[in-house]
Structures are given as structure tokens and as C-alpha cells.
């Protein structure tokens, strides 16, 4: 009697171990603040205040687990940390836009700032400006006579990614015949995540280019 007393113990024993190793293995992917602040010191990241942000970071609802949020922050840490995108020139026009946006250069001289746009990551698109005066050659043709100044601005963001700082932005005139001035910049874009309540930072990436702005 006793020995079949014991057995039954044994066996209700391993049952409660296994329904709770089964229920603890079941939690483990819920979208918990442990398990998502284990993640993000799983991979050296950080989470951010709301009022530390960006303007305009509206949450989703897009990562929906703890395997989607790994995925997310694996996808972000496998982009390259550097990305050159090139010249920008007036022949690109899937990729920017010239436009007057301060004097209109109908005048034979005076100065303007021109500026093209560029995609640079996750629908984040920048603001490549460029000042400079100008003057009327004797054929007829503005050309720059003094590159003035440049930046690099946000234009417009519908995602996760931000222009986290410019590191460089500089502009001189194209030798030739001073039809073109070139900018060269260089800046750090800021990836974040959204989950179950939480802002984190998952990964910068430098982005540097060119972009040839004309006088016309």
C-alpha cells in the first residue's frame, strides 16, 4: 500500500513539473516589460522616454511578439553601418528635385538657395540645400560666382527612422564652367522600434553623398 502511495506521489509529482516547465515555456514569448527589457539588454540596446523623441513617432502595433521583435532588431543590425548614396545630379530624377525656395533667379544676378531631395532609409526623405550667389554670363547662362552655405534637414518621415545628426555639409563650385555647385554631406540616421508600450533605439547607420545643384 505504501509503495503504491509513493508511486502515485512520484507520478503527480512529475505531472505538476511538466505543466509548469510547459506554462513557463508558453509565457516566453509574451510581450512582457521583463522579457522585452531582456531583450533589449540581450543586444546592448537602450529604451528611450516618449518625451525624448522625435516629433511625430506615432506607435503600431506591427511587432506583435517577442520572436518579431528579435527579428526586427536582428533585420536593423544586419544593415550596413555606412551607406554612400552617391551623386545626386540633375539627371536623377526618380531620386530628387531642384527648386528655388528663397529668391527666384528670374534677375541676370543676386543669390538663391537651391535644395534636392533625397531618399535615404525607411520612406525617410532629407533636404539637400545649397546658397549661393549667381550672376549672367555673356552668352546669356547664370553660373554661381560664390557658394554661400549648405545644410541638411529632415523633408519628411512616415516611419521609424530619424535624421539623428548632420555630421558634415559643405558646397563649392564644380570646376568648368560654374553652372553647377556641389554639396558633400555626411550624416547619422537614427533606427527606433515601437513595442507593447516601449520606444527603443536599435541601430545608427552613417549615410554620406553628393548632389549637384544648378544655377538656372
Given amino acids: ?3 503504491l502511495l509513493f508511486a502515485l506521489m512520484l507520478v503527480f509529482s512529475s505531472l505538476t513539473t511538466a505543466f509548469a516547465g510547459s506554462k513557463e515555456l508558453s509565457n516566453s514569448g509574451d510581450l512582457t516589460k521583463k522579457n522585452i527589457l531582456k531583450m533589449v539588454e540581450k543586444y546592448n540596446l537602450e529604451t528611450v522616454p516618449e518625451d525624448e523623441l522625435p516629433e ?18 536582428i ?28 529668391t527666384p533667379m528670374a534677375a541676370s544676378s543676386g543669390a538663391t538657395t537651391v535644395y534636392k531631395i533625397v531618399e535615404s532609409a525607411n520612406n525617410l526623405k532629407l533636404r539637400l540645400s545649397a546658397s549661393g550667389k549667381y550672376t549672367t554670363n ?51 540616421l537614427q533606427h527606433y522600434a515601437w513595442v ?21
Fill in 56 to 73: 511625430g513617432m506615432i506607435p503600431d502595433d506591427r511587432i506583435k511578439s517577442l520572436d518579431d521583435l528579435e527579428a526586427t532588431i
Fill in 75 to 102: 533585420e536593423h543590425l544586419n544593415m550596413p553601418s555606412h551607406v554612400d548614396l552617391g551623386i545626386i545630379g540633375k539627371d536623377d530624377n526618380n531620386l530628387s528635385m531642384t527648386r528655388s525656395i528663397t
Fill in 196 to 216: 507593447a508600450g516601449f520606444w527603443i533605439k536599435i541601430h545608427k547607420q552613417q549615410m554620406t553623398g553628393t548632389a549637384y545643384h544648378e544655377c538656372k
Fill in 138 to 188: 555673356t552668352s546669356g547662362t547664370k553660373i554661381w560666382t560664390e557658394a554661400t552655405g549648405s545644410s541638411v534637414t529632415e523633408y519628411s518621415n512616415k516611419g521609424f527612422t530619424r535624421l539623428h545628426r548632420v555630421e558634415s555639409s559643405s558646397v563649392e563650385i564644380k570646376q568648368g564652367d560654374g553652372t553647377i555647385m556641389v554639396q558633400t554631406y555626411k550624416v547619422t
Fill in 1 to 3: 500500500m505504501f509503495c
